[in-house]
């Protein structure tokens, strides 16, 4: 816990960000791989079901971040406080929650497999390709789970770089797993699935057996508090409903596209999504990093580290915005050729890439700082921010642009999204994160 109490220099500042960073650029590849993959040796049909499956991982994932983030802020609370008997009873009773709705989850998933397709937006000919990896995602939402609750509670006890061997484990076995099952064995999505929840299922081992031998948390008795998961869900419903939003949004996205150019036009959206999930875990990977550094300080009451960490956090993501739209702009041909061959699918995908590409100048202050009032405990104003920026106005201008614009609308869609947002967010962070810290001096 040394990195939370101490103060520390911007250099030693991004020198303990960089395990969180690297964690959820590692997350955002094993979807990203999957595609690679069967796109190369599956075709752009396959790629576009992957996208279909989309918002089914955003359920699984959005439940797990949830969780996580809001018992993370609760526990980190405790531990800063000294009260470390209650923190591992809350993370005990959280995790054997998150048991439960997994099983959930991959009971009535497999149940009603072929109708949840359908419903989003899978078409006839995109099913032989859906079915089976919609099916071995189901199966392992157990794994998926309690992958990422591990992740984002390893941080919570000042262990990040535990994170980023679980994740990076994951990714260099998903790589192998999905050459093996797509390339040798010619098992298209059905063998990408398998290679996704295998390589996560072993990165998910790491993550139990770090908090059953060796980190300050542990597993314990649990000792059931319905107020303690009330708070946690409100606490990460911001989490949540960014997870959710992406499922919605991409549901959305895959439907209006499919009216303009069919599965080709999914398949387009399916890239630019890929390449958004890679920039946005920089911002994510300053957001987690920052957010139990935040949650310790407010159960010690030492507020001027709370500022430290928001002035360094600000300053790493304004020049992360500058330095990622660049590089989607003046490199996008050469990331788009990776999933892709000129022609059609290509020039869809880069005509609404460059459309798309201001969208990273302002979610990096938004994601922040959805995260930090997660941390504070104000779940209210943290969704509030989440909701406006992934739904609430994504869905707005979805309706909306297309309608006017033609087919630009739809990229322009997320970056109208995030601008709005950002005028909003940093009004709250002026009104209440601030203040919040004044106050309570």
Known sequence: MKCFEERISYPQFLKYLVPSVLTMIFLSFYTTIDGLFVSHYAGSDALAAINIVIPITCVIFGTSVM???????????????RREREANEIFSFISLVLLGLSIFFTLGGIIFLKPVC??????????PHVLPYAFVIFLGSIPMSFKLFFEYLVRTDG??????????TGLVLNVVLDYIFVAVLDMGTYGAAWGTTLSISVSMLIGLVYFLRLGHIRFCRPKANMAV??????????????????????FLFNIIIFDYFGEDGVAAVT?????????????MGIAVAAAPVVSFNVGSGDHEKIRETTRYSFMTIAVSSVLIVAVSIFCGRQIIRLFVPDGHVFDLTWEGLKLFSPVFMFIGVNVFLSGYFTALGNGFISALISSMRSLILVVVFILILPKLIGVSGIWLTMPMAEAVTVFMAVYLYKAHGKSYMKNSR
């Open 271 to 283: 890239i630019i999504m890929y390449i958004y999930y890679f920039f946005i875990s920089f911002y």
């Open 229 to 250: 998961l009330i708070k946690s869900c409100t606490n990460g419903s911001s989490e949540m409903l960014t997870e959710m939003s992406t499922g919605i949004t991409t």
């Open 118 to 127: 359908i419903f989003l937006g899978s078409s006839e000919r995109l099913l």
């Open 159 to 168: 262990q990040p770089k535990v994170g980023m061997i679980m994740s990076m």
């Open 67 to 81: 969780l996580a983030t809001g018992a993370g802020a609760i526990i980190g609370a405790r531990l800063g406080a």
